[in-house]
């Protein structure tokens, strides 16, 4: 129950394009849901998150898709550049029960923007 | 501000030694929680710990342990190190309520 289900595990774009990841929760009673950016050798950055009581969140060049009725939460880039080329990694937590800060992670989606 | 620091950034340890790690959080963060990465299980939730005092758990062995001093900074210790246990150990602060920001981690390497 506490799994989140990241998919496609890489992803190839052509600069200038829209890159789309999709993340699929099961446990209802996560409440955050952040997206995390990470280049290799470093920490993983915090890019967007959401709460599920909107259905889109935009930042930038980076936008959340969220449906709480499916308990699906999507990251959508718009204009990928190579400087986007990185792993993302989707991630949710329960605020309400005192655990915000254990984050269940996705798999990660590897992906190259290509020029 | 600055970020979240971790050292050291690298680590070479035998199997059946002890190591400890070190993080320090954001300026006023009092929350640090670790994570352990591997590429096969990938991002792995260990604990939590906020004000001195441990408020999560992850599921991993007793031989993962950490601790939290009264500056937020906080370690964490694991013993009796096997193979499988070569990974990037992550940390990250937080004010508490959610938003976590990531250090660089150490690369621990168990041979």
């Known amino acids: 129950q506490q799994q989140v289900k990241q998919s496609p595990q890489s992803l190839i774009v052509q600069k200038g394009g829209i890159s789309i990841i999709n993340c699929a929760y099961e446990n209802t009673a996560f409440d955050y849901f952040p997206w995390y950016q990470q280049f290799p050798g470093k920490g993983p950055a915090l890019l967007i998150a959401i709460r599920p009581d909107v259905s889109e969140k935009k930042e930038g060049r980076f936008t959340i898709s969220f449906n709480k009725s499916a308990k699906q939460f999507s990251l959508h880039i718009m204009d990928s550049q190579p400087g986007d080329s990185a792993t993302y990694f989707c991630a949710a937590s329960m605020r309400t029960t005192g655990t915000a800060s254990k984050l269940t992670f996705g798999t990660g989606t590897r992906l190259q923007v290509t020029l | 501000k600055a970020g979240v620091t971790q050292t050291p950034r690298y680590l070479i340890k035998t199997r059946g030694q002890q190591v400890t790690l070190s993080c320090s959080p954001i300026?006023?963060?009092?929350?640090v929680s670790w994570y352990q990465q591997t590429p096969g299980q990938g991002l792995q939730f260990l604990f939590e710990y906020f004000s001195e005092t441990q408020r999560n758990k992850g599921n991993f062995p007793g031989r993962f342990s950490g601790r939290q001093f009264s500056n937020s900074r906080s370690e964490m210790n694991v013993s009796t190190l096997e193979l499988g246990d070569s990974a990037l150990y992550l940390c990250?602060?937080?004010?508490?309520?959610?938003?976590?920001?990531f250090g660089p981690g150490t690369r621990l390497t168990v041979l």
């Open positions: 300026s006023g963060h009092r929350s």
């Open positions: 990250a602060s937080s004010l508490g309520s959610g938003e976590q920001f």
